[in-house]
């Protein structure tokens, strides 16, 4: 499928109490708040957004310190630079857009922002899905050898102001190129006018000075609010899918559901996407049927004495693995009643294991 670039779309922006956010917005149906991470724009979703705009209202933003959005200003403590500031002035846009209530979903530093507008805002998000993160408080908990070496940029851009500035600015093209291809990757890896609109928000040093802060901010006040969160035992609790790059570090390094699922309500669900890093560019339609995936419940009903039938235990891991939201029942008139009123069509199966996976196949 070929998607033009951000076609339909239009470019604004909207000042909050902090400062003036760049965004694109476009498409019809329940909102869909899109975060990128670092140190990209919201282009990074140029392959993924146009896809939906028939099944929702599409809001992708610059985050606060990056691309065109407003740069926050530098303080001893970085709160100005904390998920809980950043996520504060995503959920003021989405409020001013007219939105209550959102989808959510965030790749790296804006999945960082995503995680903690679920904590913080849990009537506002409806579903969130995670790319190529783990909790921060995590990683730092889990440092090793590996972790310095391949994040080591995690601790590189979080040294006082201006040492990493400094250097960076004097070459922010090269840095750029040497910070992507982390995992080796061509200079053609970015689409020419998504790499453009990178390039020429990280000749600006005020970007440069703002990745910096989102990075002091991670290893200090993030890292108590984090703290904090979960010592008051504050989960996400809409569903959540988390996914990761099988080629990237997150693979390497963690079983993300299962750190995930700690700091979850409900069961987690979600599968490694044979991509690196950055998955809304290598693998676009991997992320479109996971969106597309959305409004999906599948319920597992019991079969009394139907020895054949596939048991819910099994059927359940099989909808996990899929990425589709799973709830058990006892029968059907209980499984009636967790399917809501907004649901538009029910598949019933019968039957065998190749069934139930060619209906999670088409459907």
Not at 32 to 43: A, D, E, F, I, S
Request: net charge positive; glycine share 6%; charged share 30%.
């Amino acid at each position: 499928m070929t998607i033009k670039f951000f076609e339909d779309f239009e470019i604004s922006t909207l000042k909050i109490k902090n400062g003036h956010i760049r965004f694109r917005k476009a498409g019809d149906g329940p909102a869909l708040l899109m975060l990128h991470g670092n140190p990209q724009t919201h282009v990074m979703w140029h392959k993924v957004a146009p896809a939906l705009t028939k099944k929702f209202t599409i809001i992708c933003p610059d985050i606060p310190g990056y691309g065109k959005s407003y740069k926050p200003k530098i303080s001893k403590d970085h709160e100005n630079y904390s998920k809980v500031s950043m996520a504060s002035d995503m959920n003021e846009l989405m409020t001013l857009l007219g939105h209550k209530t959102f989808y959510l979903v965030g790749h790296d530093r804006g999945a960082r922002i995503g995680h903690r507008l679920a904590l913080n805002y849990p009537d506002k998000v409806k579903k969130i899905i995670l790319l190529d993160i783990i909790p921060t408080i995590e990683h730092f908990e889990r440092t090793n050898k590996e972790f310095a070496m391949g994040y080591y940029h995690w601790f590189w851009l979080a040294q006082r102001y201006p040492i990493p500035e400094s250097v960076i600015n004097k070459a922010p093209e090269e840095w750029f190129f040497a910070h992507t291809s982390r995992e080796k990757k061509d200079k053609d890896f970015f689409a020419p006018r998504a790499l453009a609109d990178y390039l020429e928000c990280v000749k600006n040093p005020e970007t440069i000075r703002s990745i910096c802060e989102d990075y002091r901010a991670a290893a200090s006040i993030d890292l108590k609010d984090d703290d904090i969160s979960r010592k008051q035992n504050l989960k996400i609790k809409m569903p959540t899918l988390v996914l990761w790059g099988k080629k990237g570090k997150i693979d390497q390094w963690y079983d993300p559901l299962t750190i995930w699922q700690k700091y979850c309500d409900q069961e987690v669900r979600g599968y490694g996407v044979n991509t690196g890093h950055y998955l809304a560019e290598e693998n676009p339609d991997e992320i479109i049927k996971n969106f597309k995936n959305i409004f999906k419940k599948v319920v597992t009903i019991k079969i009394p004495d139907e020895p054949s039938a596939l048991n819910s235990v099994e059927l359940k891991k099989i909808v996990l693995r899929s990425g589709l939201e799973v709830v058990e029942s006892k029968n059907i008139k209980d499984a009636l009643k967790k399917i809501p009123s907004r649901e538009k069509s029910i598949v019933v199966i019968f039957g065998s294991l190749y069934l139930v996976g060619y209906v999670l196949g088409i459907n």
